[in-house]
């Protein structure tokens, strides 16, 4: 089965403490993306990678890090310099070919608490 | 700065209603708008729309994108409960081209 996979699905931390959220997907897409979404808020962008080895940071980096060492993982670490990490985090990959546009697919979603 | 404006945030209909969600974008670059669905977990992929004017289906779902204007309508009809959902309106573009989302419209179908 093709898809996308995230896990854990709720992670539970302590303030202070640095978490790392998983991300893979077997669609053999070049880019993959973090979101961070809150009650009425949408999706925010986090860090988004096109390709191994390179990343770039989306709307709101502070406080996360991101690493591509592999097309098909992009682990995100939630840091303990972020100040509201509490949120239900998505990752979604895409193909990078040019053109007017492309669907993201989106993995199940982790629900992080810190307390 | 790029922005996607979604209305109304939330709306709840009965089953075999008709629903219009509205989708306003200012997207520099501007590319195609995308609409999810997102029940429970992660948002799953409805339409892509590139083209001003022409209506894009499936099943009880369609949906239009005015370039001139700057917006795209998501309508169903005949409503069921399983269509309950928040929807997700995005714009593809922007000074590094990405997806731009919008605060989603939360629609609950009452039985």
């Known amino acids: 089965d093709g898809g996308i996979t995230q896990s854990p699905k709720y992670l539970f931390r302590k303030e202070g403490q640095n978490v790392t959220l998983s991300c893979e997907q077997n669609?053999?897409?070049?880019?993959m993306y973090w979101y961070r979404q809150d009650p009425g808020q949408g999706l925010r962008l986090i860090y988004y990678?096109?390709?191994?080895?390179?990343?770039q940071k989306g709307d709101i980096a502070e406080g996360y890090s991101v690493s591509r060492e592999k097309k098909e993982s992009f682990p995100l670490t939630v840091t303990s310099a972020q100040k509201n990490p509490t949120a239900f985090y998505l990752c979604a990959s895409s193909t990078t070919k040019e053109g007017v546009g492309y669907e993201q697919y989106f993995g199940p979603g982790t629900r992080l608490t810190v307390t | 700065e790029d922005k996607v404006v979604q209305s109304p945030l939330s709306l709840v209909v009965h089953e075999g209603d008709t629903v219009t969600l509205n989708c306003s974008y200012e997207v520099t670059n501007f590319r195609s708008l995308l609409w999810y669905k997102q029940e429970k977990k992660a948002p799953t992929f409805l339409f892509m729309l590139t083209s001003s004017g022409i209506e894009k289906k499936s099943g009880r779902l369609s949906s239009i994108l005015d370039k001139k204007e700057l917006f795209s309508i998501l309508n169903i009809t005949a409503t069921q409960t399983g269509d309950s959902a928040i929807y997700l309106c995005a714009g593809y573009g922007g000074a590094t081209n990405k997806l731009i989302f919008g605060t989603g419209t939360l629609l609950a179908v009452q039985p």
């Open positions: 990678s096109q390709i191994v080895n390179d990343f």
């Open positions: 669609l053999n897409h070049d880019a």
